[in-house]
């Protein structure tokens, strides 16, 4: 099992940046794609970024291409999103999720869910 906790969100204005951070504890982390998921009030959870096990692969929603960047550091069990560019449309709360298949692009396909963190961006 795998143990996940967001941090880094808060309050920014449009076209600043923030970096979130995913810290994970419990099970080899090195076995898991990690991935970035967003939901804001009244709508369905959606994809972010996803990058593969080795940091080799990663693979962004259309939306935020070209502004955000996903990393990850497997000695430490991090996985970080850099958000630049920032629109009040990415105004969300902001999850990370573990994957032990591939690198899914939809939320059925993870396994485990941090709590999220809120992220806010004011016009």
């Known amino acids: 099992q795998v143990q996940l906790r967001e941090s880094g969100g808060g309050l920014v204005q449009a076209g600043g940046s923030l970096r979130l951070s995913c810290t994970a504890s419990?099970?080899?982390?090195?076995?898991?794609?990690m991935g970035w998921f967003r939901q804001a009030p009244g709508k369905e959870r959606e994809f972010v970024a996803v990058?593969?096990?080795?940091?080799?692969?990663?693979y962004y929603a259309d939306s935020v291409k070209g502004r955000f960047t996903v990393s990850r550091d497997n000695s430490l069990g991090v996985v970080s999103l850099q958000m630049d560019g920032l629109k009040p449309e990415d105004t969300a709360i902001y999850y990370c999720?573990?994957?032990?298949?591939?690198?899914?692009?939809?939320?059925?396909?993870?396994?485990?869910w941090g709590q999220g963190t809120q992220v806010a961006v004011s016009s």
């Open positions: 990058i593969s096990r080795s940091t080799i692969k990663a």
């Open positions: 419990g099970n080899d982390f090195r076995s898991y794609a």
């Open positions: 999720a573990a994957a032990a298949e591939k690198m899914p692009t939809t939320a059925g396909g993870y396994d485990y």
